[in-house]
T-cell receptor, first 112, second 115 residues
C-alpha cells in the first residue's frame, strides 16, 4: 500500500503537554512538509525538509519542532510553547522530478 | 510575499452545470500551480498540476488553465455531479533555490452540487 500515513487520526492533548504527530511515506520522495489548517485560514506551512538530517522553518514554526533522521519519516512535535495548537495537521511530500505535492489524511489535534 | 485568493468562497449549483473556479496570485514568479480537492475531515487530493511553462492541464471532466503574466488560474468542471461536492484549493509553488514544493494556499472554494 503506497502513500503517506499520518497517525494518529485524532489526538487529544492536555495543557502543558508535548505531543508528537507521525508522518511516514513510502513514495521515496525527497521532500516532506508539515502544514496546519484552521477554519477560514487555509493551510500554513510549519516546517519542511528536503534532505535527511536537514529541515527549515516555515511561516509558523514557533512552538513546533521536527526531525528527519530517515527519508521515510518526518515527525512533528507540538510543544507546550504552542499557544493555540488545536487544528488539523497535514503532512505532505514532493519529488524533485516534477515537484507535485501529495498529502496524507491528516491528524486532528484538540487541546482538552 | 505571495498571496493566493480564490473566488468565489462558496458555490452551489444544480447537477449537470458547467462551472468555473478562480484563483489569483500576486507574485507571478511561480514554479508551478496545483489544484486540490478536500472532502470534510480528510486530506488533500491532487487534481491537476500545471508547470509554469504550461498553459493548461486536463483530467477527465476537469480542465485547469494558467496565465502566469496576469497571475490567474481557473479550474473548469464540466457536467458537475453531486460527488464533486467538496472544497477546492489552489496552491502555488514559488520559483528559485530549494523552495520547490513549498506551497502557498488560497482559502478554498466550497462547492455544493445538488441533485
Amino acid at each position: 500500500d503506497g502513500g503517506i500515513t499520518q497517525s494518529p487520526k485524532y489526538l487529544f492533548r492536555k495543557e502543558g503537554q508535548n505531543v508528537t504527530l507521525s508522518c511516514e511515506q513510502n513514495l521515496n520522495h525527497d521532500a516532506m512538509y508539515w502544514y496546519r489548517q484552521d477554519p477560514g485560514q487555509g493551510l500554513r506551512l510549519i516546517y519542511y525538509s528536503q534532505i535527511v538530517n536537514d529541515f527549515q522553518k516555515g511561516d509558523i514554526a514557533e512552538g513546533y519542532s521536527v526531525s528527519r533522521e530517515k527519508k521515510e519519516s518526518f515527525p512533528l512535535t507540538v510543544t507546550s510553547a504552542q499557544k493555540n495548537p488545536t487544528a488539523f495537521y497535514l503532512c505532505a511530500t514532493a519529488t524533485r522530478v516534477n515537484t507535485e505535492a501529495f498529502f496524507g489524511q491528516g491528524t486532528r489535534l484538540t487541546v482538552v | 510575499k505571495q498571496e493566493v485568493t480564490q473566488i468565489p468562497a462558496a458555490l452551489s449549483v444544480p447537477e449537470g452545470e458547467n462551472l468555473v473556479l478562480n484563483c489569483s496570485f500576486t507574485d507571478s514568479a511561480i514554479y508551478n500551480l496545483q489544484w486540490f480537492r478536500q472532502d470534510p475531515g480528510k486530506g488533500l487530493t491532487s487534481l491537476l498540476l500545471i508547470q509554469s511553462s504550461q498553459r493548461e492541464q486536463t483530467s477527465g471532466r476537469l480542465n485547469a488553465s494558467l496565465d502566469k503574466s496576469s497571475g490567474r488560474s481557473t479550474l473548469y468542471i464540466a457536467a458537475s455531479q453531486p460527488g464533486d461536492s467538496a472544497t477546492y484549493l489552489c496552491a502555488v509553488s514559488n520559483a528559485g533555490g530549494t523552495s520547490y514544493g513549498k506551497l502557498t494556499f488560497g482559502q478554498g472554494t466550497i462547492l455544493t452540487v445538488h441533485p
